[in-house]
């Protein structure tokens, strides 16, 4: 059964503190692993899309790569406005169903 | 762009009742997903259509339902509604072009049944 995993599930931060959230996965034929992040009462904002293992991609403070078995998304001199929900999610072969983990919860304080 | 929209934003309905709820996606996108996210279980796909056309199902009962029309845009409709059907259901877009497209989520429509 494919199935995604996200650690922590809580993560605090003092402002200016890197770090790295976690996204395992088991599916059958990545085509693709999505990050999106998520703010209170509001819809999922797409972050990237990964393909193949050893890609990376940045956007401002965020980096995300991805292996054969999982993706990290690290986060550089993070700011409060960092704090939201980050999900992350697998398409495979089959369908067009996204799959998704149960997020990482961020907080930054300055 | 403008981006997906649903509507409405929130509902509270009892048990029993019936709900309809609406999704109009990114322009030129032509698959609409739609997805229930709640605490315990997160995001969850309930169905995708294209075309007009249900592509792909969740594990989800029948009274849970939906269409396409030919503008693309897409309504679900949840008959006999339960408590456990209090959520917030995210309805995602994209252009499916043969390769994996991102799906791109309108604001969510918040629904609470009493």
């Known amino acids: 059964e494919d199935q995604v995993t996200q650690s922590p599930e809580a993560l605090r931060l003092q402002e200016g503190e890197s770090s790295s959230l976690n996204c395992s996965y088991t599916v059958s034929g990545l085509r693709g692993l999505f990050w999106y992040r998520q703010d209170p009462g509001k819809g999922p904002e797409f972050l990237f899309t990964l393909y193949s293992a050893g890609e990376e991609k940045e956007k401002e403070r965020l980096k995300a790569t991805l292996t054969k078995k999982e993706s990290f998304l690290h986060i550089t001199a993070p700011k409060p406005e960092d704090s939201a929900t980050y999900l992350c999610a697998v398409l495979n072969q089959a369908g067009t169903a996204l799959i998704f983990g149960k997020g990482t919860t961020l907080s930054v304080s300055s | 762009k403008a981006g997906v929209t649903q509507t409405p934003r929130y509902l509270i309905k009892t048990r029993g009742q019936q709900v309809t709820l609406s999704c109009s996606p990114i322009s030129g996108h032509r698959s609409v997903s739609w997805y229930q996210q709640t605490p315990g279980q997160g995001l969850q796909f309930l169905f995708e259509?294209?075309?007009?056309?249900?592509?792909n199902k969740g594990n989800f009962p029948g009274r849970f339902s939906g269409r396409q029309f030919s503008n693309s845009r897409s309504e679900m409709n949840v008959s006999t509604l339960e408590l456990g059907d209090s959520a917030l259901y995210l309805c995602?877009?994209?252009?499916?072009?043969?390769?994996?497209?991102?799906?791109?989520f309108g604001p969510g429509t918040r629904l609470t049944v009493l």
């Open positions: 259509y294209f075309s007009e056309t249900q592509r």
């Open positions: 995602a877009s994209s252009l499916d072009q043969g390769t994996t497209d991102t799906q791109y």
